[in-house]
Nanobody
Framework: QVQLVESGGGLVQTGDSLTLSCAAS????????IAWFRQAPGKEREFVAA???????TYPDSMKGRFTISRDNVKNTVYLQMSSLKPEDTAVYYC?????????????????WGQGTQVTVSS
């Protein structure tokens, strides 16, 4: 089993930056791919970014430029750096782990999920 715990969310203002963390514990070698998703009230879960064990990353076009995913394999932690935040970035941000090496943006490909961390961007 793998446990994922997000942290770093909070209330920020438009234009601010924020870094989220996802700490993994347990059988972390079974989750070579870690991703971030987000879900705003009344909306579907949205893919934000993913990274594999070797550091290869993928983002949807809508997230490129303002969001950066990275990982520290020694600390078993994945980070999501967010900049120039907008009110529409307000959502619960989840990290998810996948038991395969291929990067994917489909939430059903991920086996493990954290509890989420709330990010609120005020205008």
């Amino acid at each position: 089993q793998v446990q994922l715990v997000e942290s770093g969310g909070g209330l920020v203002q438009t234009g601010d930056s924020l870094t989220l963390s996802c700490a993994a514990s347990g059988r972390t070698f079974s989750t070579p791919v870690i991703a971030w998703f987000r879900q705003a009230p009344g909306k579907e879960r949205e893919f934000v970014a993913a990274i594999n064990w070797s550091g290869r990353v993928t983002y949807p076009d809508s997230m490129k430029g303002r969001f950066t995913i990275s990982r520290d394999n020694v600390k078993n932690t994945v980070y999501l750096q967010m900049s120039s935040l907008k009110p529409e970035d307000t959502a619960v941000y989840y990290c998810a782990g996948r038991s395969a090496y291929i990067l994917t943006d489909w939430s059903k490909d991920y086996n493990y999920w954290g509890q989420g961390t709330q990010v609120t961007v005020s205008s």
